[in-house]
């Protein structure tokens, strides 16, 4: 058994190996006008507690969870994204830069209506992206089960860390303009790419 700072390191390690990809997600989320940075920031903590949540149990009965059932969520990201691409579609034509305000006020008041339903669609997303984390969480887990609060706070950190990372790619002053403001064009081709990526695992189910 390792000492403690020993555990702390591998757990940063773990987590910053397994979300490197999530990163560009969040900046994604961050950077669309239609998306509260607090339902992408909650969404965020949520998916990453419930992958803990799901590495725990998985460890204490000692299940491996098939990768390519895993590899299935893929439908969540995918599908979000077609419906994305197709808002985009349906967008008026005319000056970009009128339909891009007219749309994010638009987008602001329905998005202060269904905040619940981003943070959930946010949290649906980053549990869909966790196929690697639940790879790697339940040997880790299993292997120390009593090092498990110390894992889960330093995930909750590092969810945190995240979300200032992604944050500051929207805010940074050359960056964070373009991101912001093609953002929402952006993020379907994002969740369409992380959908297609984690569904190519799912090959393994076919006969």
Known sequence: MGTP?????????????TNVDDLLVIAAFLADPALRARAVVAGQFLGIAALVAASVVAAWFALAI?????????????????RGLVALRRLPGGDAGAADDERARDEERRAERRLHSQVLAV?????????????VY????????????????????????W????????SHPVL???LRRHGHAVLPFVLVAV???ILSGAVVLLP
């Open 5 to 17: 700072l020993t555990e702390l390191g591998i757990a940063i390690a773990v987590f910053a190996s």
């Open 66 to 82: 098939p990768e390519g059932w895993i590899a299935l969520l893929g439908l969540v990201p995918l599908l979000m994204g077609i």
């Open 123 to 135: 949290a649906g997303v980053t549990v869909a992206n966790g196929g690697d984390n639940l790879g």
């Open 138 to 161: 339940v040997p880790l887990f299993a292997a120390a089960f009593e090092r498990v609060p110390l894992y889960a706070a330093v995930f909750a950190a590092m969810t945190g860390a």
């Open 163 to 170: 979300c200032f990372a992604g944050h500051y790619l929207v």
């Open 176 to 178: 964070g303009a373009r």
């Open 195 to 197: 959908g297609a990526w």
